[in-house]
């Protein structure tokens, strides 16, 4: 049988969907579904990555820690990326770390085979290295934000990121791993929280977050979304969906 004519499973995946068919077909057999905890570490500061992921249901921190121990976040990978573009790009390890924000699924390449398909691939590579340009751009994003706008702009572009790789408008979050991620005091978070809980915007309960007006976050969200979303358009096309211009 042609490989174009292999039946596939169906994947959440933006980066894979996008793939031609017989080639996705070719990759498929070296992709194992996996499910994501919640924060587990999917590879370490300095450590040899393993395998690289492709989420599907779930949403991945990228996180830059200081010598002092503390963290912030520099980036969110999520169903329209790659965990481990530190391999796609010539290297080995990477100097962040990779913390599951949203548990749910993934498909796993152990990294070798990985990068046999990129060599045997040019299709593969040449998608992947675009997406890469997208995530440095949300990187570079953050980091402008960071620098420039306030923690309630902030914390509702994080939470729009976050709602876009969420299976419905409910996911895991405390305040404590918000400061973690905004690298902002949790007073700053808990005002912010509650400002946005008042007008209508969230709610949250025993380390759950639900958006409740998504229309309104992205009025109180800094232009640092919607750049980055641009970007990711640019790659696959707007995705579909009732919940807003950027939910997949």
């Not at 949403?59 to 200081?66: G, N």
């Not at 949300?138 to 572009?157: L, Y």
């Not at 946005?196 to 979304?225: F, H, K, N």
Request: negative net charge; contains cysteine; proline residues 6%.
């Amino acid at each position: 049988m042609a490989a174009s004519a292999v039946p596939l499973p169906a994947t959440r995946n933006r980066l894979l969907s996008a793939l031609p068919r017989d080639l996705l077909a070719q990759l498929w057999p070296r992709l194992e579904p996996v499910e994501l905890a919640l924060h587990e570490v999917l590879h370490e500061v300095g450590k040899p990555i393993a395998f690289v992921l492709f989420p599907e249901t779930s949403s991945v921190s990228m996180l830059a820690y200081l010598e002092d121990g503390d963290a912030a976040e520099v980036g969110i990978i999520g169903r329209e990326g790659i965990i481990g573009i530190a391999v796609l790009l010539g290297a080995g390890r990477d100097d962040l770390e990779a913390l599951v924000q949203n548990p749910g699924t993934a498909l796993r390449m152990e990294a070798g085979a990985f990068r046999d398909a990129l060599d045997a691939h040019p299709a593969f590579r040449a998608l992947l290295l675009r997406y890469a340009h997208v995530h440095h751009t949300q990187v570079a994003r953050t980091a402008a934000c960071n620098a420039h706008h306030s923690i309630e702009q902030r914390f509702a572009r994080w939470l729009l990121i976050s709602h876009d790789g969420a299976e419905g408008d409910t996911f895991p979050m405390t305040q404590e791993f918000l400061s973690m991620m905004l690298g902002v005091r949790r007073a700053g978070i808990s005002s912010s929280a509650a400002g946005l809980r008042r007008a209508g915007m969230i709610d949250y309960a025993a380390g759950q977050m639900t958006v409740t007006d998504r229309p309104g976050l992205e009025s109180v969200a800094c232009e640092c979304y919607g750049v980055a979303r641009r970007a990711s358009d640019r790659l696959f096309g707007p995705p579909g969906g009732a919940r807003g211009p950027y939910r997949a």
